[in-house]
């Protein structure tokens, strides 16, 4: 089946400093990835819709200047946290959105998660 | 908007038994989709089952199964026969039909199911 993976799979770093995440798709081509944060025994909150070769569309009340996210190419889409405090702590969970018409037809795949803690 | 209530945190179940997680749901849109998605403790999202909101009959997916009802706007899971590995929080989501779509999560429920 399709697989997506995201790395790193956890990370801790200091604050002020920023951290990248990675979302690639492994076996099948993403037109769009999603990126959502979790909280500890929350539900997923949508934080933005990466499009391949566009701007990211941010949902209502995420900056967008501090998660910054570049979907350069079919299989890889990026979110960078920029001066990180602790209240970026959390757990970030992408998907990715396979091709239309493709192998595995429209529907969504979840990466692992990465579990982000800022000192 | 779309909007996902899940009413029960959490709830226990003993091992071989049935369980039924209830989800209901509000949209004006005329064509959705509705998922289940399980997350274990180590946090991956798996997909267990999808109904769209003009299949005639309710997904079944294993030992998975929606009750849809429209009217209702519910959408409860059925897991059958539990097992110690159905223990995990489960989650009932709407999109536009194609599940490729932004989803909207509900709350979520967590399951324990007891040997």
């Known amino acids: 089946g399709a697989v997506v993976s995201q790395h790193p799979s956890w990370v801790i770093c200091k604050s002020g400093t920023s951290v990248k995440i990675e979302c690639r798709s492994l076996?099948?081509?993403?037109?769009?990835m999603f990126w959502y944060r979790q909280f500890p025994k929350q539900s997923l909150m949508l934080m933005a819709t990466?499009?391949?070769?566009?701007?990211?569309?941010?949902e209502q009340g995420v900056e967008k200047d501090k998660f910054l996210i570049n979907h350069a190419s079919l299989t890889l889409s990026t979110l960078t946290v920029t001066s990180a405090h602790p209240e970026d702590s959390s757990f970030y969970i992408c998907?990715?959105?396979?091709?239309?018409?493709?192998?595995?037809?429209?529907?969504?795949?979840f990466g692992p998660g990465t579990r982000l803690t800022v000192l | 908007a779309q909007k996902i209530t899940q009413t029960q945190p959490g709830m226990f179940v003993q091992e071989k038994e049935a369980v039924t997680l209830d989800c209901t749901y509000d949209?004006?849109?005329?064509?959705?989709?509705l998922f289940w998605y399980k997350q274990p403790s180590s946090g991956e999202m798996i997909f267990l089952i999808y109904q769209g909101s003009y299949d005639q009959q309710n997904a079944t997916e294993g030992r998975y199964s929606l009750n849809f009802q429209k009217a209702r706007k519910s959408a409860n899971l059925v897991i059958s026969a539990s097992q110690l590995g159905d223990s995990a929080m489960y989650f009932c989501?709407?999109?536009?039909?194609?599940?490729?779509?932004?989803?909207?999560f509900g709350g979520g429920t967590r399951v324990l199911v007891k040997p």
């Open positions: 990466s499009n391949e070769g566009s701007k990211a569309t941010y």
């Open positions: 989501a709407m999109g536009p039909r194609a599940a490729g779509n932004k989803l909207t």
């Open positions: 998907s990715a959105r396979a091709v239309i018409g493709g192998e595995y037809g429209d529907t969504q795949y």
């Open positions: 076996d099948f081509q993403a037109t769009t």
């Open positions: 949209t004006s849109d005329p064509s959705y989709g």
